[in-house]
C-alpha cells in the first residue's frame, strides 16, 4: 500500500506553494509583523490549495517559535499538523457540507468559548463554507463578529459569492487560481526525479494540460500512469511512463494521428484526412475529443508560424523533433490559412455540443476546411490589360474641345448620367473568370456555336439561373469572328439583356460561360426578332448578311462622323453647355438629310454591354447636346429649341465652310401637367432623328 502522490508532496509551508504567491507572500508579511485576522476567507477551484494553506497558516499561528511565516516543524503542533501528523485538539476541521445547520452553528458556538487545550489559537477551518444555511450564517454572524481572543475562522470555498455577505465582509478575503502550466510542468518534472520515475516525451505536457491547472488532479492523474505503468528490464527496476499508455488513458488523440491531419489539410489531400476521421471514429476516440485536439495542435502551430526559432519559449515541454516537425507543417499553410483553418474548427467545437451526430459533424468539418483553405489555383488566366485611351479623349492639362458630345446613338442603351452626378470612375479591366476557360481551337462558325448552346446553357444555370432563364430564349443568328448575333423574342427580354451594373448582369453571365464552354471571348449583337431577319432557334440555318441595296447609301459631301470616344467619356456629366449648330436652310449642293434611321440600319448596329468593343455598321451619327436659354443658335431656330426639362436633342454637325449667324435662344416655359416636347416634330424632320426618354431636369447647385 502507498500513499498518494498528492497526501505524500502536500506542502508544509508557504515557501513549498506553487503558482499561489498572490496568497503565501502577503500572509507571510502578516505573520511577520504579527498583523494577523482574527478570520479568513479562502476562495478559488478546487484542488489548488485553500485547505492546505489554512492548515499552514494554522501551523504557523500556533507553532511553538511563532506566530511565524516558516514554521519550525519539530514542535508537538507542526508535527500534528504536518503530512503525517493525526490532527490537533486546538484546530477544529469541520466539513461544512454535512454540518450546516443552526444547531450545527451552535454546537461551534459552545466550543469556541473554552480556550485552546495546549496550543496558542483555537483555529476553526470550515470547508465548503458556501454549504451553509442562511440560518447556520446568521448563528455564526455574532461570533464571527466579535470572537474571542484564542479564536480564529478560517472559511473555505470554491463559490465565495454563495457565502452571506455580513460574513463575507468581516473576513480577508484570498482568491486562489489555477497554477500556470509553465510552472505545474516544472513541479511534476522535479516529483518525477525524486521518485525516480522515467517519463517518454510527450507525457507530461498532456499530464498537465488534463490536469487544468489543479496541482491536486495533475497528481492524481500523474499517480494513476505511475501506477499503470511497467518496471523496466534491468537490475534498476526503474518505471517507464510509456506515451501510448498515457494517450489512451488520458483519452487524448495521438500525435501522430493528428500531425496525419494536418499534413492532409495542408497538402488539400482529402483521402488522406477522411481516412484518418474514420480512424478516430474506429477507435472509439470521442470526436469532440479529437477536435479539440486538433484546434490546440492548430494554436501550436500558428505560435510557431509567428514566432519561428522563438517557439521553443512558449512551447514548454515539447521535443526538439517535434517542435521541427510542427515547424514544417506551419510552413505548409502560412499564417493565413491557419487562422482560418483555426477559425473552422473553432466554429465546428462549438456546433458539436449536444450534437446528436457527432461524427457526421466531425467529417463536415474536414469538407469545410478542404473546401475553404485549399490555396488558389494557380491556371486562373490573369486578367487583361486596360485598353489605352483613344487620341481624341480630353487628357489633364489639355484645353477642352469647343463641342462635347453628351451621349452617343452606340449607347442608347446605357442609362443616361444626370447633370449634378460626379463623374463615374474610368472603366474596369474585366473581371477574371472562376474557372480555368479551355484553350480556343477554330475556325469558330455560328453551327458550332448553335450545337454547343446546350452545354453553353448549362454553364449558364450554374452562374445565373435568371439569366439563364433569359438565354435560354435566345436565338443564335450569326457569329462574325467574335461578334455574336442573338434574337430575342420580346423587347422585354432584349431590355433586360442589356442590363448590366458593376461588371455584372446577364450578357456578362452569358459571355462567362461562352468562355467557359468554348475558351473565346465574344461582343454581342443583341435585337428583337421584328429588327431583322431571325431564326428558328439555335439549330437554325446561318441567315444571309442583307442586301447592300436595302441600305441608304451616305451622301458623299456629308460630314464625316465624330471619332468613337470611350464609355466613361460618353456619360461624363456636362459641366459646360455645349454650342450645337443647327442648320435651318441647307445649301442647295447639299444632299438631303436622312428622314429616319431605317429598321435595316438598326438592325446592323451592335448593342452591347461593352459597345466601343463592337463595332457598328456605317451610318450617319447625330451628336447630342443640351439647349438652355441664352445657347448661341444658328439662323434663328427658336422653334427647335426644348424646354429645361426635355431630352437632350441630337444634331448633325454643321457644313465648315458655311456661315452660320448666331441667334440667342429665348425662353420657353412647360406646359402645366407634364413635361412639354416643344419642337419635337420640327427636330425629327430636320434632323431625321429618334425620341429616346425623357428625364427631368435637374439645377446645378453651388457644390455640383
Same mark, same amino acid.
Given at each position: 500500500?502507498?500513499?498518494?502522490?498528492?497526501?505524500?508532496?502536500?506542502?508544509?509551508?508557504?515557501?513549498?506553494?506553487?503558482?499561489?504567491?498572490?496568497?503565501?507572500?502577503?500572509?507571510?508579511?502578516?505573520?511577520?509583523?504579527?498583523?494577523?485576522?482574527?478570520?479568513?476567507?479562502?476562495?478559488?477551484?478546487?484542488?489548488?490549495?485553500?485547505?492546505?494553506?489554512?492548515?499552514?497558516?494554522?501551523?504557523?499561528?500556533?507553532?511553538?517559535?511563532?506566530?511565524?511565516?516558516?514554521?519550525?516543524?519539530?514542535?508537538?503542533?507542526?508535527?500534528?499538523?504536518?503530512?503525517?501528523?493525526?490532527?490537533?485538539?486546538?484546530?477544529?476541521?469541520?466539513?461544512?457540507?454535512?454540518?450546516?445547520?443552526?444547531?450545527?452553528?451552535?454546537?461551534?458556538?459552545?466550543?469556541?468559548?473554552?480556550?485552546?487545550?495546549?496550543?496558542?489559537?483555537?483555529?476553526?477551518?470550515?470547508?465548503?463554507?458556501?454549504?451553509?444555511?442562511?440560518?447556520?450564517?446568521?448563528?455564526?454572524?455574532?461570533?464571527?463578529?466579535?470572537?474571542?481572543?484564542?479564536?480564529?475562522?478560517?472559511?473555505?470555498?470554491?463559490?465565495?459569492?454563495?457565502?452571506?455577505?455580513?460574513?463575507?465582509?468581516?473576513?480577508?478575503?484570498?482568491?486562489?487560481?489555477?497554477?500556470?502550466?509553465?510552472?505545474?510542468?516544472?513541479?511534476?518534472?522535479?516529483?518525477?526525479?525524486?521518485?525516480?520515475?522515467?517519463?517518454?516525451?510527450?507525457?507530461?505536457?498532456?499530464?498537465?494540460?488534463?490536469?487544468?491547472?489543479?496541482?491536486?488532479?495533475?497528481?492524481?492523474?500523474?499517480?494513476?500512469?505511475?501506477?499503470?505503468?511497467?518496471?523496466?528490464?534491468?537490475?534498476?527496476?526503474?518505471?517507464?511512463?510509456?506515451?501510448?499508455?498515457?494517450?489512451?488513458?488520458?483519452?487524448?488523440?495521438?500525435?501522430?494521428?493528428?500531425?496525419?491531419?494536418?499534413?492532409?489539410?495542408?497538402?488539400?489531400?482529402?483521402?488522406?484526412?477522411?481516412?484518418?476521421?474514420?480512424?478516430?471514429?474506429?477507435?472509439?476516440?470521442?470526436?469532440?475529443?479529437?477536435?479539440?485536439?486538433?484546434?490546440?495542435?492548430?494554436?501550436?502551430?500558428?505560435?510557431?508560424?509567428?514566432?519561428?526559432?522563438?517557439?521553443?519559449?512558449?512551447?514548454?515541454?515539447?521535443?526538439?523533433?517535434?517542435?521541427?516537425?510542427?515547424?514544417?507543417?506551419?510552413?505548409?499553410?502560412?499564417?493565413?490559412?491557419?487562422?482560418?483553418?483555426?477559425?473552422?474548427?473553432?466554429?465546428?467545437?462549438?456546433?458539436?455540443?449536444?450534437?446528436?451526430?457527432?461524427?457526421?459533424?466531425?467529417?463536415?468539418?474536414?469538407?469545410?476546411?478542404?473546401?475553404?483553405?485549399?490555396?488558389?489555383?494557380?491556371?486562373?488566366?490573369?486578367?487583361?490589360?486596360?485598353?489605352?485611351?483613344?487620341?481624341?479623349?480630353?487628357?489633364?492639362?489639355?484645353?477642352?474641345?469647343?463641342?462635347?458630345?453628351?451621349?452617343?446613338?452606340?449607347?442608347?442603351?446605357? #442609362?443616361?448620367? =444626370?447633370?449634378? *452626378?460626379?463623374? &463615374? /470612375?474610368? +472603366? @474596369? %479591366?474585366? !473581371?477574371?473568370?472562376?474557372?480555368?476557360? $479551355?484553350?480556343?481551337?477554330?475556325?469558330?462558325?455560328?453551327?458550332?456555336?448553335?450545337?454547343?448552346?446546350?452545354?453553353?446553357?448549362?454553364?449558364?444555370?450554374?452562374?445565373?439561373?435568371?439569366?439563364?432563364?433569359?438565354?435560354?430564349?435566345?436565338?443564335?443568328?450569326?457569329?462574325?469572328?467574335?461578334?455574336?448575333?442573338?434574337?430575342?423574342?420580346?423587347?422585354?427580354?432584349?431590355?433586360?439583356?442589356?442590363?448590366?451594373?458593376?461588371?455584372?448582369?446577364?450578357?456578362?453571365?452569358?459571355?462567362?460561360?461562352?468562355?467557359?464552354?468554348?475558351?473565346?471571348?465574344?461582343?454581342?449583337?443583341?435585337?428583337?426578332?421584328?429588327?431583322?431577319?431571325?431564326?428558328?432557334?439555335?439549330?437554325?440555318?446561318? #441567315?444571309?448578311? =442583307?442586301?447592300? *441595296?436595302?441600305? &441608304? /447609301?451616305? +451622301? @458623299? %459631301?456629308? !460630314?464625316?462622323?465624330?471619332?468613337?470616344? $470611350?464609355?466613361?467619356?460618353?456619360?461624363?456629366?456636362?459641366?459646360?453647355?455645349?454650342?450645337?449648330?443647327?442648320?435651318?436652310?441647307?445649301?442647295?449642293d447639299a444632299p438631303a438629310p436622312p428622314s429616319a434611321l431605317s429598321a435595316a440600319v438598326a438592325a446592323q448596329f451592335a448593342v452591347d454591354d461593352e459597345p466601343e468593343d463592337a463595332a457598328p455598321a456605317a451610318r450617319p451619327v447625330a451628336t447630342l447636346a443640351r439647349v438652355r436659354e441664352g445657347d448661341v443658335l444658328p439662323d434663328g431656330e427658336s422653334g427647335a429649341v426644348a424646354p429645361d426639362d426635355a431630352e437632350d436633342i441630337p444634331a448633325p454637325e454643321a457644313p465648315?465652310?458655311?456661315?452660320?449667324?448666331?441667334?440667342?435662344?429665348?425662353?420657353?416655359?412647360?406646359?402645366?401637367?407634364?413635361?412639354?416636347?416643344?419642337?419635337?416634330?420640327?427636330?425629327?424632320?430636320?434632323?431625321?432623328?429618334?425620341?429616346?426618354?425623357?428625364?427631368?431636369?435637374?439645377?446645378?447647385?453651388?457644390?455640383?
Open positions: 500500500m502507498t500513499t498518494a502522490l498528492y497526501r505524500r508532496y502536500r506542502p508544509e509551508a508557504f515557501g513549498e506553494m506553487i503558482g499561489q504567491s498572490q496568497v503565501t507572500d502577503p500572509l507571510m508579511t502578516a505573520l511577520r509583523s504579527d498583523r494577523v485576522g482574527h478570520a479568513y476567507l479562502f476562495s478559488g477551484p478546487r484542488g489548488c490549495g485553500k485547505t492546505t494553506s489554512a492548515r499552514i497558516l494554522a501551523r504557523c499561528l500556533n507553532c511553538a517559535a511563532g506566530p511565524t511565516d516558516t514554521p519550525c516543524g519539530t514542535c508537538d503542533s507542526c508535527v500534528e499538523l504536518g503530512r503525517g501528523g493525526g490532527g490537533s485538539l486546538d484546530v477544529v476541521e469541520i466539513d461544512a457540507a454535512s454540518h450546516n445547520g443552526v444547531d450545527d452553528a451552535r454546537d461551534l458556538r459552545e466550543r469556541a468559548i473554552f480556550a485552546p487545550a495546549r496550543d496558542r489559537f483555537k483555529i476553526f477551518i470550515l470547508d465548503e463554507a458556501h454549504m451553509v444555511t442562511q440560518q447556520g450564517f446568521n448563528a455564526l454572524l455574532k461570533l464571527v463578529e466579535e470572537p474571542p481572543e484564542h479564536v480564529k475562522f478560517i472559511f473555505a470555498t470554491t463559490e465565495p459569492e454563495k457565502v452571506l455577505g455580513t460574513i463575507r465582509s468581516r473576513t480577508h478575503h484570498y482568491p486562489f487560481r489555477l497554477v500556470p502550466p509553465a510552472a505545474m510542468l516544472e513541479y511534476v518534472q522535479e516529483l518525477c526525479q525524486t521518485e525516480g520515475v522515467e517519463v517518454e516525451p510527450g507525457v507530461l505536457p498532456l499530464v498537465v494540460r488534463a490536469g487544468g491547472g489543479s496541482p491536486r488532479d495533475t497528481l492524481s492523474l500523474l499517480d494513476q500512469l505511475i501506477a499503470g505503468s511497467d518496471v523496466s528490464d534491468g537490475p534498476e527496476g526503474v518505471v517507464t511512463v510509456r506515451y501510448e499508455r498515457a494517450v489512451a488513458l488520458l483519452g487524448y488523440t495521438h500525435a501522430e494521428l493528428l500531425d496525419e491531419v494536418v499534413e492532409a489539410f495542408g497538402q488539400s489531400d482529402p483521402a488522406g484526412a477522411f481516412a484518418a476521421v474514420d480512424r478516430v471514429v474506429q477507435t472509439g476516440q470521442d470526436p469532440r475529443r479529437f477536435v479539440d485536439d486538433l484546434l490546440e495542435r492548430l494554436r501550436d502551430l500558428i505560435v510557431i508560424a509567428a514566432t519561428g526559432q522563438g517557439a521553443s519559449a512558449v512551447l514548454r515541454g515539447v521535443p526538439t523533433e517535434e517542435l521541427e516537425r510542427m515547424g514544417r507543417q506551419a510552413a505548409l499553410f502560412g499564417a493565413d490559412r491557419l487562422s482560418r483553418t483555426a477559425d473552422l474548427v473553432v466554429a465546428a467545437l462549438d456546433e458539436m455540443t449536444g450534437a446528436t451526430s457527432p461524427r457526421l459533424q466531425l467529417e463536415l468539418l474536414v469538407a469545410r476546411v478542404l473546401a475553404r483553405t485549399a490555396a488558389p489555383a494557380s491556371s486562373e488566366p490573369p486578367a487583361p490589360a486596360a485598353p489605352a485611351p483613344p487620341a481624341n479623349v480630353h487628357q489633364p492639362g489639355e484645353s477642352a474641345p469647343d463641342t462635347v458630345p453628351v451621349r452617343r446613338d452606340d449607347a442608347l442603351s446605357a #442609362p443616361a448620367t =444626370p447633370i449634378n *452626378e460626379p463623374a &463615374p /470612375p474610368e +472603366p @474596369e %479591366t474585366e !473581371p477574371e473568370p472562376e474557372f480555368a476557360p $479551355p484553350a480556343p481551337s477554330g475556325p469558330f462558325t455560328a453551327q458550332r456555336m448553335r450545337d454547343a448552346w446546350p452545354e453553353i446553357l448549362a454553364r449558364l444555370e450554374e452562374l445565373s439561373r435568371s439569366s439563364w432563364l433569359l438565354a435560354s430564349g435566345a436565338r443564335v443568328l450569326a457569329l462574325d469572328d467574335d461578334v455574336l448575333t442573338l434574337s430575342f423574342a420580346s423587347q422585354s427580354d432584349l431590355a433586360s439583356f442589356k442590363k448590366r451594373g458593376a461588371g455584372t448582369g446577364p450578357s456578362e453571365d452569358l459571355r462567362q460561360a461562352i468562355l467557359g464552354v468554348l475558351g473565346i471571348r465574344v461582343k454581342f449583337i443583341a435585337r428583337h426578332d421584328g429588327d431583322g431577319p431571325g431564326g428558328t432557334g439555335p439549330g437554325a440555318p446561318e #441567315p444571309s448578311p =442583307p442586301a447592300p *441595296e436595302s441600305v &441608304p /447609301p451616305a +451622301p @458623299e %459631301t456629308a !460630314p464625316p462622323a465624330p471619332e468613337r470616344r $470611350p464609355a466613361a467619356a460618353a456619360a461624363a456629366p456636362v459641366t459646360e453647355w455645349a454650342v450645337a449648330p443647327i442648320p435651318s436652310t441647307p445649301p442647295a465648315r465652310d458655311v456661315p452660320v449667324p448666331p441667334v440667342v435662344a429665348p425662353r420657353i416655359t412647360p406646359a402645366r401637367g407634364g413635361v412639354q416636347r416643344y419642337g419635337e416634330a420640327v427636330v425629327r424632320q430636320v434632323l431625321g432623328a429618334t425620341f429616346v426618354r425623357e428625364e427631368p431636369h435637374q439645377a446645378p447647385t453651388r457644390f455640383a
